[in-house]
């Protein structure tokens, strides 16, 4: 991926965020007219519940941002991975936004570099009830069995899931939600790269760390959040010739 | 007479000029001076003005488009010149060696902006210069309306234009 690419997650989009959509949508405007390459790797959408559903039924909210989604791929190549939200988010819907689907975990080749990407749930290995749950919903037969319901029967299960996976989340502790540094120096040794971009952790940070004496780099997309957080919140990482750049986010100088 | 370069800011709301401390800031004078004379501060905007606080510039077009600027500079934030009122200061990430183009002028003595420790939370703004004449064109400026411009907050509703930047010998 020569050039100018442009990296954000967890955008989380819903039909009760028009602030933050409105802000997505002018970024992909940006990332049409600026960017050579963009790629979201995951959470884009707050759930998913399959590509026909959005395809065939798409709510006004949903088709406005898939049509912006359609222009930006017309422009630039863009590429969308999947999240823990947006997990079922899959081929026929890269198809027809004219996109390219992403696997889970990627070697991506930029002008900064090669980057071990991915969204960065599977990180998160000291939230055992959660990768337990992974494991089931990323099972093919089972994802299958759920495409095969009723779109009715599809979205009450998902906000089942939803309000149970809230509950628990509730009664974890704050550091079993982020990533397990084992996990990290794991990725990076056998991978043998030495930079890194996830989302997911809603931390976003450029972290350094020494793996076997190596020197890493991580860096950890934002979420986006303009409609209930003050300054709003969101972001992303530009990657030039030798230069990583979280933009976006917070611009600094903040006020006191 | 101090032999410090300045550099003439002409904008759409009048001029001003700036004192640069090159020995105190000789990464960031040289870095700011090379942006000067390639032209790349010609054309554009404040485009992020907090009355009280500072006015941001140097690193949009009037339509927000960010501009492609060289490698980052380290932070010079340790020499010992404040984010008082007036003064330049270098804008930038969170990540304190992160600066390029973008540059802001304190409209308050913003003492929390200052160094204090080489830390990612203490590093503050490294302060390379200061307007020396149109202060009240800074007066005008940081007090005009601003708004959300799609990504960006505070942007003015008036676009506020470098029109030129030059040495002035």
């Known amino acids: 991926m020569p050039g100018t690419v442009w990296l954000a997650s967890d955008i989380h989009l819903g039909p009760q965020v028009p602030a933050t959509q409105a802000a997505f949508h002018d970024f992909l405007d940006m990332a049409g007219r600026q960017a050579d390459a963009l790629v979201l790797c995951g959470d884009i959408f707050d759930a998913w519940v399959g590509d026909d559903a959005a395809l065939e039924a798409a709510p006004p909210w949903l088709a406005a941002t898939l049509e912006k989604l359609r222009q930006t791929a017309s422009l630039i190549p863009l590429w969308l991975g999947r999240g823990n939200r947006d997990f079922l988010l899959g081929g026929q819907l890269a198809r027809s936004l004219g996109a390219h689907l992403l696997p889970d975990t990627v070697r991506l080749h930029t002008d900064a570099g090669d980057i071990l990407l991915s969204h960065g749930d599977e990180y998160c290995t000291a939230d055992a009830s959660y990768q337990r749950f992974r494991r089931i919903v990323r099972t093919p037969w089972i994802q299958r069995l759920f495409l095969s319901l009723s779109l009715k029967r599809r979205l009450r299960i998902a906000q089942y899931a939803r309000q149970r996976s809230m509950a628990a989340n509730r009664h974890k502790q704050q550091d079993i939600m982020d990533v397990a540094p084992q996990a990290i120096a794991s990725a990076f040794r056998s991978s043998g790269l030495g930079l890194m971009v996830h989302g997911h952790t809603h931390r976003p940070a450029r972290h350094e760390l020494l793996v076997d004496g190596r020197a890493c780099t991580r860096y950890v997309l934002p979420d986006w959040d303009y409609d209930h957080s003050i300054p709003p919140r969101g972001g992303w990482l530009a990657i030039g010739h030798g230069t990583m750049e979280l933009r976006g986010a917070s611009p600094q100088p903040q006020p006191q | ?169």
Do not use: C
């Open chain 2, 1 to 169: 007479m101090s032999t410090n370069p300045h550099v003439k800011l002409q904008t759409n709301f009048g001029d001003m000029v700036i004192e640069l401390y090159q020995e105190k800031a000789p990464k960031t004078v040289a870095n700011f001076l090379k942006y000067t004379q390639e032209g790349f501060y010609d054309g554009t905007i404040f485009h992020r003005v907090i009355n009280n606080f500072m006015i941001q510039g140097g690193g949009f077009e009037a339509d927000m488009k960010q501009k492609p600027t060289h490698d980052p500079i380290e932070n010079e934030a340790n020499n010992g010149l404040k984010n008082d009122k007036y003064t330049l200061a270098m804008a930038r990430t969170s990540d304190p060696h992160s600066a390029t183009a973008q540059f802001f002028i304190n409209v308050a003595d913003n003492d929390f902006l200052n160094f204090t420790a080489p830390t990612s939370n203490g590093w503050g703004y490294a302060v390379f210069g200061k307007v020396i004449e149109g202060t009240d064109v800074v007066d005008k400026i940081k007090a005009v309306k601003t708004g959300n411009k799609g990504f960006h907050q505070d942007v003015p509703v008036e676009a506020v234009v470098i029109e030129k930047a030059t040495v002035v010998e």
